[in-house]
């Protein structure tokens, strides 16, 4: 069969392949401990469950949605970021929800970069920005994400003439896969960098609600000018416990929503009712779990962090998200690490370099399992090393 040329171009998520590989592993009786793909052992509360059920029930909500979704939800959007950012959106005109951030995150490149276009992308970065970037056959320039700089892009590196040239940057904090958090003086210098050089900032905000301690990461709207230049995602799958919902949202600069929602009655029928009703509920609803899931996921991170260290890479303890970002011991790439421990002592952590150049000589772990199992694959690990590195 002839594809597009454009097939070329793009892999498909790094997730896919690798499950397969690993479920293979699991039916040959392996016990795997599969700390890659970042879909966590939790669930959405039960009074979210209820709503979807009860909406499910109704008859009336099986035919095509709208494409935009049903007001309510725009306004649940609305209220959730002025409740929890102190930002004000209209829900009519900035307010875009989207089946997962993921499908935004791969359209937008269509509604921002002609061909040719340059797209600034970090690196490392959550594979699906370079993959959007390709198939809207825009350019891609990385924006090198490194340990001195906090893994927060230096925009005052990038060279005039790329900036000049350049239609959108990605910016991702708390960060996938490094797990760094940015700094409001961060934000600040992005917004006058973008107007300086007219340049799109697009932020994907998909991990505000997974922090711990006193750090509570911001919106990028937060600050002064940002919905002139610019637009974020948010999601529901990592806030709400609901990976499988397939609910997130785009909020921001009206003119970009206008073009998105263009894209989107087109590319999808708009999301299942249900969900649009369940989405509003967890919205408008209580917000107390999410102390209780944090403090999971904090303890699950400590247990990590404390394994990691006693095997010597360098790791540092993540303030958001539940990745942990961490060096491979000395004398191994990250891809050689990573594939060996999966053959030899069966658990998979993702090799930094699949996110990217700059990724190489880091593993990326997902706490996405109970702290017993997390112990486990702390002791694999420590068994693994020490007769390996030299
Ligand atoms: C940085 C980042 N953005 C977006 C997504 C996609 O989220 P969603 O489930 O809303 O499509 C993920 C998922 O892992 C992510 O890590």
């Not at 307010?95 to 002609?114: Q, R």
């Not at 825009?138 to 925009?155: C, H, R, T, Y």
Request: aromatic share 10%; glycine share 8%; charged share 25%.
């Amino acid at each position: 069969m002839n594809l597009a040329k454009r097939m070329e171009l793009f892999k498909g998520y790094l997730g896919t392949e690798m499950n397969m590989r690993l479920t293979k592993m699991k039916e040959e009786g392996r016990d795997v401990i599969n700390l890659g793909l970042g879909d966590p052992d939790v669930t959405p509360p039960p009074h979210l469950l209820e709503a979807l059920r009860d909406a499910v029930c109704d008859p009336h909500h099986h035919h095509y949605p709208s494409f935009y979704s049903n007001r309510p939800l725009r306004e649940a959007v609305a209220g959730w970021y002025q409740r929890r950012f102190n930002v004000t959106l209209d829900p009519d005109t900035e307010v875009l929800p989207l089946l997962g951030s993921s499908e935004g995150l791969f359209h937008i490149h269509l509604c921002l970069l002609d061909a040719g276009d340059v797209a600034l992308v970090p690196d490392p970065a959550y594979p699906s920005y370079e993959a959007g970037v390709k198939l809207a056959g825009g350019q891609m320039e990385a924006i090198p994400l490194l340990k001195k700089n906090g893994f927060l892009p230096d925009l005052g590196a990038i060279p005039p003439e790329v900036a000049r040239k350049a239609k959108m940057i990605w910016v991702n904090y708390p960060n996938n896969p490094t797990a760094a958090v940015a700094t409001p003086q961060f934000y600040r210098e992005l917004i006058d960098w973008a107007k300086k050089y007219q340049v799109v900032v697009v932020h994907d905000n998909a991990y505000t609600e997974i922090c711990f301690g006193d750090f509570c990461p911001p919106s990028f709207l937060e600050f002064d000018e940002a919905k002139e230049v610019g637009v974020e995602f948010h999601s529901l799958s990592k806030s709400y416990n609901a990976c499988g919902w397939r609910t997130g949202m785009l909020v921001g600069n009206k003119e970009i929503i206008a073009g998105m929602a263009k894209i989107k009655s087109h590319a999808d029928r708009g999301m299942y009712y249900p969900m649009q009703v369940a989405a509003t509920r967890a919205l408008n609803g209580p917000v107390d779990f999410m102390d209780t899931r944090n403090r999971t996921f904090q303890e699950r991170r400590d247990v990590v962090v404390k394994g990691l260290k006693k095997i010597g890479p360098e790791v540092e303890m993540p303030k958001a998200t539940f990745y942990v970002w961490s060096t491979v011991p000395r004398g191994y790439s990250s891809s050689d690490f990573c594939f060996k421990v999966l053959e030899e002592v069966d658990v998979w952590m993702i090799p930094g370099s699949m996110y990217g150049k700059c990724g190489e000589g880091y593993l990326r772990i997902a706490l996405t399992h109970p702290v017993d199992r997390l112990e486990e694959a702390m002791e694999r690990l420590k068994r693994f090393v020490p007769c390996r590195v030299g």
